[in-house]
């Protein structure tokens, strides 16, 4: 046994770590639903989840038990293969596309092997590629689920995401051609490492910065690609009741929502990674201080949140908030007394405020924009978001080709 | 003529049921759309999910029984409703209100066409898929629903206009109230406009999103906000001023664009001209005074009076058990409800109960509108025309 496992210990680090990032993913893509209604409530001035468990922690989990336990009826007439198909389909491919992102630099060491922070393999250099290659096909569950259910609203959702979808990875793909060029590679550990080239300017080092126009038209690209407001077409429910997910119930309606979150995650690490360089510091690094800052925050934060549990209204609260706040604060210190762990979790520490900042702008989107029409999303896309991707290509190769010519100097 | 059963569907379109359950037909509304594409070919409306037969059971009260069954025709406007009613009887009987109960009146209606033209807005941007601006309106509309919960007990169906006056005296601390809406208000209604006003997608979805001519919308009937947005200045507070509306210093908001932008925009505006109207009518109610006309054996009479005279008590006996009988004829009255021109005509013929009673209800007649606004124009853009002909399927189907 103990010889299997040596022999096979790339294959067995990988099926854990994909376990474990499944289930990361799961909870944190339920959490996700909690924290969009907590913000958009709070936007429209109301409360959001707050009956199961204490701040409504509890509510993604009566949520998804709902999911499953609901009746789950097939339509009359539906495709039944491809009905069934598209569901699986959108929550694989959503998934997967995950597995590609890096999480951080340093590999953990243990039992022996090194074990880096995220899935797929180091050199992976069409790590980028990839990416948009799964998220491409990304189209049929919905174009599928539209087609199949036999239904008249569904047909028009799955016929707009389709062709939402196909414009808009024109534009995704073109606006982050600037980014490979600067990096000269696909791999996206090598784009965030190109964004660390010189260490003293921190943030002023970032993709952002050169390629602002890019991250426009990646971000705007990006929110059309998950279909999201102001551009969630395909399930606009004040026209096309729910799109095309109007005939699904029950957990095969819950796979499309866990895809479109998981999507929404993907893509908000894209951004990080191509924009907002990674897991890199905002701060220059000879900045030491800064190490600090996890344990700044979450200290502070975990004090908070035992004041706050214990005047909780409930006992359950009164138990778990406080217990969550010693944890969160007993963790800022731990940062504090040991700094390998500390100097470890800088990396990761960084990579998930920025992809927390993406989420909360998707949501405050949503909570402030209107919708747009069908034929404005197409014009959108194909006349100005499209165009303004490839001026930034060419300007970019310009600055780039100027320099190799004149910078050397 | 285009009926339900025309919409068949040639072999290059699709007919698509929107409604009677849909989310955005603001009710039970049914619509029969032929679709090439996206593109809309024809539209039919089909009423009558939501008949509920008021006219014809008004027919079975009496007069002052019929009060509650208008609250319920048009349910973001009860007391116009109240109030259109209440005129046309006192047509009918030739009675004059006293000028403290005009105020109270006025005041209340505006009150309504603010709260009215609030769930307006809110359910029109959440149709256009700005959710917040739903949420932060309807937070406005309990406000106004504190005020007549306040002056009447209840909050939606507040049957408080009456015939000959109003329910009950205005109750204690209402000023304070209404004036703390009143200095609340305007910063409100700046806040929908920063979200909407100038918000790029919001005008792409409303500008030049159905148009109709003044002329065309003037051939179909069709009066209130959605006129004015043609630039047609009808208001039938200003042309047939009723209930000492002549006193009141306002504007008529017109546009000329015609499409749901401009509607819109005559819309927010009215919010503005209304509370304008209410801080007006503030100032006028006197603290003491007649709610009621003198009219015994109509209005019923004072507790007081009851106890200490005989008349009193027979005329309440009779009002409550027989009700009054006015002389045979029949009277005709038009107020401006938020949604436009709403028309009351009751007939007597001389016994306790009307004849007919009959409304003209501008949903119904606007909604008319509806196939021409939409024909040629995007799914997208049925939903955002729906919206801004602002129609209630209760007053509908009535």
């Known amino acids: 046994m103990r010889a299997l496992l040596t022999t096979n210990a790339e294959l067995v680090i990988t099926i854990v770590k994909i376990a474990l990032l499944l289930f990361i993913v799961l909870t944190v893509n339920a959490y996700l639903t909690w924290f969009e209604r907590k913000v958009v409530a709070h936007i429209q001035s109301r409360w959001g989840p707050h009956r199961v468990g204490p701040h409504g922690l509890l509510q993604p989990l009566a949520d ?44 953990i060491r243990l039992f022996g092997h090194d074990i880096y922070l995220g899935i797929a393999p180091l050199n992976l250099n069409i790590g980028i590629l990839a ?79 050169p390629q602002i126009l890019g991250f426009f038209c990646f971000f705007t690209a990006a929110v059309a690609e998950t279909n999201r407001v102001p551009f969630d077409l395909p399930e606009a429910e004040s026209e096309l009741v729910a799109g095309f997910h109007t005939e ?72 778990v908030l406080p217990a969550m706040g010693t944890a969160i604060t007993a963790l800022g210190l731990v940062l504090i007394v040991f700094p390998q762990v500390n100097a470890f979790i800088q990396a990761p520490f960084w990579l998930l405020s920025k992809i927390l900042t993406f989420l909360f702008v998707y949501v405050w989107m949503r909570g402030t924009l209107p919708r747009f029409r069908y034929d404005q999303l197409m014009a959108f896309g194909w006349k100005l978001l499209l165009p303004l991707s490839i001026v930034n290509v060419i300007l970019t190769s310009f600055v780039i080709l100027a320099k190799m010519q004149w910078g050397a100097q | 003529m285009t009926t339900v059963e025309t919409v068949t569907g040639a072999a290059k379109t699709m007919v698509l049921n929107m409604g009677p359950q849909h989310p955005s037909t603001h009710g039970v509304l049914r619509i029969l759309l032929e679709l090439d594409g996206e593109t809309v070919v024809k539209a039919v409306p089909d009423l009558g999910y939501l008949h509920t037969g008021i006219e014809k059971s008004c027919e079975d009260k009496t007069y002052s029984q019929v009060i509650t069954l208008t609250d319920r025709m048009d349910y973001l406007n009860p007391l116009g409703n109240n109030l259109v009613y209440c005129l046309a009887v006192e047509k009918l009987l030739g009675l004059e209100v006293p000028k403290r109960a005009q105020y109270i009146r006025v005041m209340m209606v505006e009150l309504q066409r603010i ?33 007549f919960e306040m002056f009447a007990g209840q909050r939606m169906m507040t049957s408080y206009i009456r015939i000959g ?22 910063s409100r209604v700046d806040e929908y406009e920063t979200l909407l006003t100038q918000n790029p997608i919001w005008i792409g979805r409303t500008k030049g999103v159905g148009y109709i001519s003044p002329e065309d919308a003037i051939a179909l009937s069709m009066t209130g906000p959605t006129l004015r947005a043609a630039g047609v200045a009808y208001d039938n507070r200003k042309v047939f001023p009723y209930s000492s509306y002549g006193e009141f210093k306002f504007e008529v908001p017109t546009r000329t664009e015609s499409d749901c932008y401009a509607r819109y925009l005559v819309r927010v505006a009215e919010i503005r001209e209304s509370l304008k109207i209410v801080r007006q009518a503030m100032e006028r109610i006197l603290d003491e005074g007649p709610i ?90 049925v939903v955002a025309c729906i919206g801004t002909i602002d129609i209630v399927l209760g007053e509908v189907d009535r």
């Open chain 1, 64 to 107: 998804g038990l709902k999911f499953l336990f609901k009746e789950d009826p097939t339509p009359a007439g539906v495709d039944k293969f491809v009905y069934f198909l598209a569901p699986l389909l959108a929550l694989a491919l959503a998934l997967t596309s995950i597995a590609i992102i890096p999480f951080g630099p340093d590999p």
């Open chain 1, 131 to 209: 990416l948009f290659a799964i998220t491409a096909l990304g189209v049929y569950g919905v174009a599928l689920a539209g087609w199949s259910s036999n239904s008249k609203y569904p047909l028009l959702g799955g016929l707009r995401s389709s062709a939402q979808m196909i414009s808009y990875e024109l534009a995704l793909t073109m606006s982050v051609v600037g980014v490979l060029l600067m990096a000269g590679s696909f791999n996206l550990r090598d784009i965030i490492n190109a964004q660390a080239r010189h260490p003293e300017r921190g943030i002023l080092g970032w993709n952002i910065w």
């Open chain 1, 248 to 319: 699904y119930a029950s957990f095969k309606f819950a796979m499309f929502f866990i895809a479109e979150y998981t999507s929404m995650i993907t893509v908000s690490c894209l951004c990080t990674i191509m924009f907002f360089g990674g897991w890199l510091s905002p701060f220059p690094a000879s900045w030491t201080v800064t190490h600090y800052l996890p344990s700044v925050i979450l200290i502070p934060f975990g004090l908070w949140v035992i004041m706050d549990g214990v005047r909780y209204e409930t006992i359950f609260g009164r138990l």
């Open chain 2, 115 to 147: 709260s009215s033209h609030l769930v307006w807005l809110g359910t029109h941007a959440i149709d256009l898929g700005a959710m917040s601006v739903f949420l932060y309106c309807f937070r406005e509309r309990e406000e106004i629903l504190n005020i």
């Open chain 2, 165 to 186: 006056g109003v329910a009950l005296d205005p109750p204690a601390g209402w000023r304070q109230a209404v004036d703390k809406f009143l200095r609340m208000m305007p």
């Open chain 2, 292 to 381: 009621k006309a003198e009219a015994p054996g109509i209005i019923p009479p004072q507790r007081e009076k009851m106890k200490t005279e005989m008349e009193a008590l027979i005329y309440h006996f009779k009002i409550f058990t027989e009700g009054f009988s006015p002389k045979p004829g029949d009277a005709f009255v038009s107020v401006e409800s938020p949604r436009g021109e709403l028309g009351c005509f009751v007939a007597s013929d001389g016994s306790p109960k009307p004849l007919r009673v009959h409304f003209r209800s501008p949903s119904f007649i606007n909604l008319q509108a509806l196939p021409k606004l939409i024909e040629g124009q995007l799914i997208a853009d």
